[in-house]
């Protein structure tokens, strides 16, 4: 793990007072979607569909910071669209961290080195690069040849600036486990704080229906990228989520755990899914059928999803909910065995 001290110390006292509270479902991250254009498109995306007319609306900062507030989740992430188009990026970055919220900022990278100079560096903020491999399987993914090249450019300058720089990365079918151990190798030697990993949930409105991963493939694949982790790798997620992707944990979602804002309101039952809009947090979590979803419910949409958006969540909850749980995380996180 590559989570600062600081953060993890507010997570963790965070997540105790909930159980203290008793409170069976919380929020852990919020994912807030301040706009949906972007300047890629990509394959496997399913965010950039939406008319025109959609595309260039935004949520104001007063909206998003009320959703933070609403929510109350410590960590708040802010993918898209490219959020580093929203032509007041940097003033909801300063509101967010303002309120201690640890931000991190999702962004293809293309925009980052020229809007650098928009923000200040903070334990709070972390720019989060999406990159989803080297360079000849990252560019193939966003569509467009330079992307890599151009990512790691900003990596570069944005960890020069003294700013947190993390990368997520979407595994889709046909991933070589051989070339992304290579890929976490050039990762770390570029010097960011952690890696993120998931595999792409099968959107039904993407573009390239066919490369999505189904669950016995996702296992096989990370059994084999993630067996003897180098002790150079970093993750900045739970290392209890990564060994469920490897097969060795079988949980069901909690999509409570990372609810979604944006301009239609709070988004049921998850970041993937569009199964209508409350008009408040506290209406989503009261009103949604919660049980409709997730591995076990045997609904349909959720049988091949293994995304860090339903499971990291639940991941982190078995840590801090059972003394099997703490034990195995701390095992992991001190033998870099996974
Ligand atoms: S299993 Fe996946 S698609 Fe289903 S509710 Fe959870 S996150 Fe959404």
């Not at 496997?44 to 949520?59: N, V």
């Not at 188009?85 to 909801?92: C, G, Q, V, W």
């Given at each position: 793990m590559s989570v600062p001290l600081s953060q993890m110390v507010t997570v963790a006292s965070y997540i105790v007072r909930q159980k203290l509270a008793r409170r069976q479902r919380y929020p852990l991250v919020l994912m807030?979607?301040?706009?949906?254009?972007?300047?890629?498109?990509?394959?496997?995306?399913?965010?950039?569909?939406?008319?025109?007319?959609?595309?260039?609306?935004?949520?104001?900062?007063?909206?998003?910071?009320?959703?933070?507030?609403?929510?109350?989740?410590?960590?708040?992430?802010?993918?898209?669209?490219?959020?580093?188009?929203?032509?007041?990026?940097?003033?909801?970055?300063?509101?967010?961290?303002?309120?201690?919220?640890?931000?991190?900022?999702?962004?293809?990278?293309?925009?980052?080195?020229?809007?650098?100079?928009?923000?200040?560096?903070?334990?709070?903020l972390s720019f989060s690069v999406h990159v989803d491999g080297l360079r000849d399987e990252h560019d193939d993914a966003v569509c467009r040849e330079g992307v890599y090249d151009r990512a790691v450019g900003a990596i570069r300058e944005a960890l020069a600036r003294g700013f947190r720089v993390t990368t997520n990365t979407t595994l889709f079918d046909g991933t070589s486990p051989v070339r992304m151990r290579a890929f976490f190798d050039e990762m770390m030697s570029l010097g960011v704080e952690g890696m993120m990993l998931s595999p792409g949930y099968s959107y039904s409105k993407a573009p390239d229906q066919e490369h999505f991963l189904r669950r016995t493939k996702t296992h096989a694949l990370f059994a084999r990228m993630l067996d003897r982790p180098k002790r150079r790798w970093k993750f900045n997620q739970s290392p209890l989520f990564l060994r469920f992707l490897m097969g060795k944990h079988d949980f069901d979602c909690t999509p409570w755990g990372m609810p979604t804002y944006n301009m239609f309101g709070w988004q049921r039952p998850c970041y993937l899914l569009q199964e209508g809009y409350a008009a408040t947090f506290r209406e989503l979590m009261e009103t949604t059928e919660w049980q409709r979803y997730g591995h076990r419910s045997g609904n349909e949409k959720c049988q091949d999803c293994m995304v860090h958006s339903g499971f990291e969540a639940t991941a982190v909850n078995h840590t801090f909910g059972s003394l099997r749980g703490f034990l195995e995380t701390v095992v992991v996180t001190l033998t870099h065995r996974l």
């Open positions: 807030l979607e301040p706009l949906f254009r972007c300047n890629l498109s990509c394959a496997g995306c399913g965010k950039i569909q939406y008319p025109a007319q959609i595309l260039k609306k935004h949520l104001t900062v007063e909206q998003c910071v009320n959703a933070v507030e609403e929510c109350g989740a410590p960590i708040v992430a802010i993918p898209g669209g490219e959020p580093l188009m929203h032509p007041e990026i940097d003033r909801l970055v300063a509101a967010l961290v303002a309120k201690r919220k640890y931000v991190y900022l999702c962004t293809n990278g293309l925009l980052l080195a020229e809007r650098l100079a928009l923000f200040t560096p903070s334990r709070y």
